[in-house]
């Protein structure tokens, strides 16, 4: 049962550096999400695309790009890594316009900038 | 935005404790959720309240949503170490009438010591 599966788990960049995070889910769900955690500050949107073809900022978009590839990926790119990207990040699908609107998760990119 | 605050920030309990989670904001919720996040991990679904005064169980953790729908707490009875982690609560954000997305509060860590 691989759900939402993410790569790297881990990365090292220096500043500047460019990178990118691939997430794949296999659960056929429309919405997919990508979210930084940093300590005592929960959870915080950075990118979503609500169905294949579309993507908008969440609430900290600024220094990333995302790129939904097809409706199993969603990719989040950091075009010129900053200190402050220093990070857990956190992709996760839904099923479109549900009343729950449950979240799955995958298990998190840990990025550490230099 | 609606803002989520959650209280404690931490709480550390022996074995066979009682604890209380909060989650409050200033405006209705939606629907709130909770989470549960283990340590290398992705938050994982633990319940959805909707209805103003609703109370769910699930084994020994109570979830009970205001009348007000302004605020949400998690009861956990006879704590176990298993049930260390970071309690997350999430609202929904109405982005169109068929869809949302979720916003994170900070978060509750919980230590449960044999």
């Known amino acids: 049962n691989a759900g939402v599966t993410q790569t790297p788990k881990f990365q090292v960049l220096k500043t500047g550096q460019s990178m990118t995070l691939q997430c794949a889910q296999d659960m056929n769900h429309n919405s997919m999400y990508w979210y930084r955690q940093d300590p005592g500050m929960g959870l915080r949107l950075i990118y979503y695309s609500a169905s294949e073809g579309t993507t908008d900022k969440g609430e900290v978009p600024n220094g990333y790009n995302v790129s939904r590839l097809n409706k199993r990926e969603f990719s989040l790119r950091l075009e010129s890594a900053a200190p402050s990207q220093t990070s857990v990040y956190f992709c996760?699908?839904?099923?479109?316009?549900?009343?729950?609107?449950?979240?799955?998760f995958g298990e998190g990119s840990r990025l550490t900038v230099l | 935005t609606q803002l989520l605050e959650q209280s404690p920030q931490f709480l550390s309990i022996q074995e066979g404790e009682n604890l209380t989670v909060y989650c409050n904001s200033s405006?209705?919720?939606?629907?709130l959720q909770w989470y549960r996040q283990e340590p290398g991990e992705g938050p994982v679904l633990l319940v959805t309240v909707v209805t103003g005064g609703e109370v769910k169980k699930l084994k020994r953790l109570t979830f009970q949503f205001g009348d007000a729908r302004k605020d949400s707490s998690l009861h956990i009875t006879a704590a176990q170490p298993g049930d260390t982690g970071l309690y997350l609560c999430?609202?929904?954000?109405?982005?169109?009438?068929?869809?949302?997305?979720?916003?994170f509060g900070a978060g509750t860590q919980v230590v449960v010591t044999p």
């Open positions: 996760a699908s839904s099923e479109l316009g549900t009343g729950t609107g449950e979240l799955f």
């Open positions: 999430a609202s929904k954000e109405v982005v169109s009438d068929s869809w949302g997305k979720l916003q």
């Open positions: 405006s209705v919720f939606s629907s």
